[in-house]
Each structure stands twice: as structure tokens, then as C-alpha cells.
């Protein structure tokens, strides 16, 4: 199994700003993904991220609003921009194992 | 397209008791399905998946579901709930997408266990 750690663990922040989530793993993994959970709603999918290729955005995912990077095996950024209260939501990092997939404490994001 | 539902939003259960999450998907070849549980705060934690042979799989924390291909279902069991398990269940499918697999999760049961 992989451990995923994802820095800030929670954050309050002001309409208009932006917020960069960082995502570690102990292990080199080949695909990463970045999940939304809006309050009381289930996971959706943002984007993928593979490492030397830039994401890969669902549909109604925009790279503007939601950059990513994935600078190496074991790490990846999610920015969150121009963020709005519609923004608030459980961020997850995970990445895809053996025949499954292993998620990240998530990032708890509160826009005002 | 791949879709994945659970019906009932909220179920009730007095510890003790018996307990079965609904799961149907819909997916054109035979699915990886999975069940996560998300406590209050905390991230998603596996419990079992299923990707062939024997359809009744065992998981963690005294779990089981099983396969049926014919109802195109993937219910969750326990036999006894503990007031522990009070959480999020989430049903998923792993889904094969232009040669990458994606996982598309159910909207979730939650779970609420009576003392």
C-alpha cells in the first residue's frame, strides 16, 4: 500500500486568492489524481496527473482554475484559483496501486 | 457510460444488527469494484474490491460483498455492526477510459448506528 500525506490539512480562505494543496507519496507511482468532495456529495474526479505529461482534466475541470504539477514520481500540486465560496470542498490526492486505489487525508478548503 | 448508484442515502442500524449497503453499476465489461469508508473527518479507507474468481469477497473490520453479475450488484454485508462503523460507505467502479483506468464513485451511504 502507499502512504499520502497532503499539506494543509485544512485552510480558510478569501474569495479571489488562490491555494496550492501539495500531495506526497513514499513511493514512486506512475498516476495521481486529484478529487473533489463538495459537502455531502461523493468524489469527482478533477484531473490525472502522470509525471512528464500534463494533466489530463474531466469535463468541467479547466486547467486555469485548477493547475496542476507533477514535478516527479512522488509528488504533485493541485492549485485551486481565483477561489470563490463554491470552491469549498474536501480536496483528495490519490494514487493508483495494484488493481486499486489509495487516497490522501485529504485538504479541507473553507472559502469565505 | 459508466455510472454507479447507491440508493439509499441514509441507513439506520442499532448495533447488533445486520447490515446491507446497496451497490448497482453499469459498466460494459466485467468491473474492478470497490467499497471505501470515510469517517467523519478522515480520508477514504479500502474495505474490500473485487476483480474476479470467487464473487463473495472478505474485507477488513468484518465486511463482506458479493458479486452478482446478473443484478449488476455489489452489496456490502456485516453481520453484527459495531457503533464504530457509523461513517460514509462509498461503492466504486474502476472503470477502463481511452487505456487508463478511472474510478467512478457511488454518492455515498451514510451509516448511522443506534447504542
Known amino acids: 500500500s502507499a502512504v499520502i500525506s497532503q499539506k494543509p490539512s485544512r485552510d480558510i480562505c478569501q474569495r479571489g486568492t488562490s491555494l496550492t494543496i501539495q500531495c506526497q507519496v513514499d513511493?514512486?507511482?506512475?498516476?495521481m489524481f486529484w478529487y473533489r468532495q463538495q459537502p455531502g456529495q461523493s468524489l469527482t474526479l478533477i484531473a490525472t496527473?502522470?509525471?512528464?505529461?500534463?494533466?489530463?482534466?474531466e469535463s468541467g475541470f479547466v486547467i486555469d482554475k485548477f493547475p496542476i504539477s507533477r514535478p516527479n514520481l512522488t509528488f504533485s500540486t493541485l492549485t485551486v484559483s481565483n477561489m470563490s465560496p463554491e470552491d469549498s470542498s474536501i480536496y483528495l490526492c490519490s494514487v493508483a496501486g495494484v488493481e486499486t486505489q489509495y487516497f490522501g487525508p485529504g485538504t479541507r478548503l473553507l472559502v469565505l | 457510460a459508466q455510472s454507479v448508484t447507491q440508493p439509499d442515502i441514509h441507513i439506520t442500524v442499532s448495533e447488533g444488527a445486520s447490515l446491507e449497503l446497496r451497490c448497482n453499476y453499469s459498466y460494459g465489461a466485467t468491473p474492478y469494484l470497490f467499497w471505501y469508508v470515510q469517517s467523519p473527518g478522515q480520508g477514504l479507507q479500502l474495505l474490500l474490491k473485487?476483480?474476479?474468481?470467487?464473487?463473495l469477497v472478505q474485507g477488513i473490520k468484518g465486511f463482506e460483498a458479493e458479486f452478482k453479475r446478473s443484478q449488476s450488484s455489489f452489496n456490502l454485508r456485516k453481520p453484527s455492526v459495531h457503533w464504530s462503523d457509523a461513517a460514509e460507505y462509498f461503492c466504486a467502479v474502476g472503470a477502463k477510459t481511452s487505456g487508463t483506468y478511472k474510478y467512478i464513485f457511488g454518492t455515498g451511504t451514510r451509516l448511522k448506528v443506534l447504542a
Open positions: 496527473a502522470n509525471q512528464g505529461s500534463e494533466a489530463t482534466y
Open positions: 473485487y476483480f474476479s474468481g470467487d464473487t
Open positions: 513511493s514512486q507511482v506512475t498516476m
